[in-house]
C-alpha cells in the first residue's frame, strides 16, 4: 500500500520530468523533428528529407549551391544547433539572408562556415558574404582551428545584435565581426541550410541538423 509521501512525490516528480523537454522561455524550435513544415527550398539541386529527428541534406550532382530556408524572417537572435557533415563536403547556415531579383533569385547575405577541420584546421564558425562579397572576415583574422570535430556532431551557437555577429563551436568562440556595411544591406532576412554545390562525377554527399533552436533579440 502506497503511502501519502510517496503519492505525494510522485504527483511532484511527474511535471518536472515533462518540463525538461520544453524550450527555455523565449527559445522556439525552427524544426519540429518531424517534417519540413515552415522551411522553403531555394536555388540547386540538392534534396532535404527528415531522418531520425535530424534534417538531411544531399548533394546533387552537378548543380549550384541549395538553401533550405525558413520561411520566417529574423533580425536579432540567438541561434543554437548541431550539424554534422560528411569529410566531402563543405556547407553553412545562412542568417539575416535573402534572394536577389524575386522569391526564385540567387540566395545571397552573411553565412556561418561550416567545413571538416582536416590535419591542418579550416575555417568554420568565420562568416562569409554568399554572393555578396566572399570573406566577411579580414584575411589575417582567418585562422584555421580545429574545435570543428570532424565526422562528430558539432554544436553552434550564432548571435547576431545590430551589426556584430559572434559566433561559437562547441563552446570555443570562433569569431566576433561587427560589419555596418552588411548590416545596412542585410538587417534581417531568413536562416538557410546549405547543402554545397558540387562537380559531376563526385559524392553523394549528405549534411545533417538537428536541435535548431532560436530566441529573438
Known sequence: MKTFHSLLLATLFVPVIAAQAEPEEGWVELFNGKNLDGWTQRNGLATYRVEDGAIVGKTGEGGPNSFLCTDKLYGDFELTFEVKVDNGLNSGVQIRSQTADGPTGRVNGPQVEIEKSGANGAESGYLYGESCGGWMVPREKLIPHKHFKDGEWNSYRVVAKGATISVWINDNQI???????????????????????????????????????????
Request: glycine share 14%.
Open 175 to 217: 569569431c566576433v565581426l561587427t560589419d555596418e556595411e552588411k548590416f545596412k544591406s542585410h538587417p534581417k532576412g531568413f536562416l538557410g541550410l546549405q547543402v554545397h554545390g558540387i562537380g559531376k562525377g563526385r559524392g553523394p554527399f549528405e549534411v545533417r541538423w538537428r536541435k535548431l533552436l532560436l530566441k529573438e533579440l
